[in-house]
Antibody
Framework: QVQLQESGPGLVKPSQTLSLTCSVSGGSIRSAGHYWTWIRQHPEKGLEWIGCIYDRGNTLYNPSLKSRVTISADTSRSQFSLKLTSVTAADTAVYYC????????????????????WGQGTTVIVSS | EIVMTQSPATLSVSPGERATLSCRASQSVSSNLAWYHQKPGQAPRLLIYGASTRATDIPASFSGSGSGTEFTLTISSLQSEDFGVYYCHQYNKWPRTFGQGTKVEIK
């Protein structure tokens, strides 16, 4: 069974770079089709999709964060990572790594199954 | 981006009662709609995808319906573990977007 675990600093200073890693166990991030995703949740707020990496390193980002976000993957370590530059207090949130599952069909295309595996989340506070 | 609007913001329900949650999309998302449940201090859990398909291990008391811009999540008989916040989520277009959530609380 696939499990995800976030890791990284819980406190980041304003203007610095937030860096988080998601370790994937019980499966491979080479699995064709899945979107390996980062989502965040501001205190007492809803969910915000940050971006994802899929296939051979393709990435998609939320336009609201695109200029500051980089998502990368290390398939040899079965990890994917998030970097968010020039952080402010508005980036204080719980950050989740997520498997956004889709499976390739024999007839071509993909079937989508939803965000079915979530990490437990890691709280990042931006403060001096 | 597609804006997802959920109603009501809060729903007070007695255990054993039925709960009906709504989600509206600012443009058609076809059936590319999922529902998630989040308890305090926990990550969200996938309930429904494809607007009406229950995810693995989700009981039949949960059902989803709708297509286009109007969707409904129904919980036929609320159990204590069903309280918390429910989010709808569209995956028809990038960026993925979520509703603001409906909090289901004990009446």
């Amino acid at each position: 069974q696939v499990q995800l675990q976030e890791s990284g600093p819980g406190l980041v200073k304003p203007s610095q770079t937030l860096s988080l890693t998601c370790s994937v166990s019980g499966g491979s991030i080479r699995s064709a089709g899945h979107y390996w995703t980062w989502i965040r949740q501001h205190p007492e707020k809803g969910l915000e999709w940050i971006g994802c990496i899929y296939d051979r390193g393709n990435t998609l980002y939320n336009p609201s964060l695109k200029s500051r976000v980089t998502i990368s993957a290390d398939t040899s370590r079965s990890q994917f990572s998030l970097k968010l530059t020039s952080v402010t207090a508005a980036d204080t949130a719980v950050y989740y790594c997520v498997r956004d599952r889709r499976e390739q069909l024999a007839i071509g295309g993909f079937y989508y199954y939803g965000m079915d595996v979530w990490g437990q989340g890691t709280t990042v506070i931006v403060s001096s | 981006e597609i804006v997802m609007t959920q109603s009501p913001a809060t729903l007070s329900v007695s255990p054993g009662e039925r709960a009906t949650l709504s989600c509206r999309a600012s443009q058609s998302v076809s059936s590319n709609l999922a529902w998630y449940h989040q308890k305090p201090g926990q990550a969200p859990r996938l309930l429904i995808y494809g607007a009406s398909t229950r995810a693995t291990d989700i009981p039949a008391s949960f059902s989803g319906s709708g297509s286009g811009t109007e969707f409904t999540l129904t919980i036929s008989s609320l159990q204590s573990e069903d309280f918390g916040v429910y989010y709808c989520h569209q995956y028809n277009k990038w960026p993925r977007t979520f509703g603001q959530g409906t909090k289901v609380e004990i009446k």
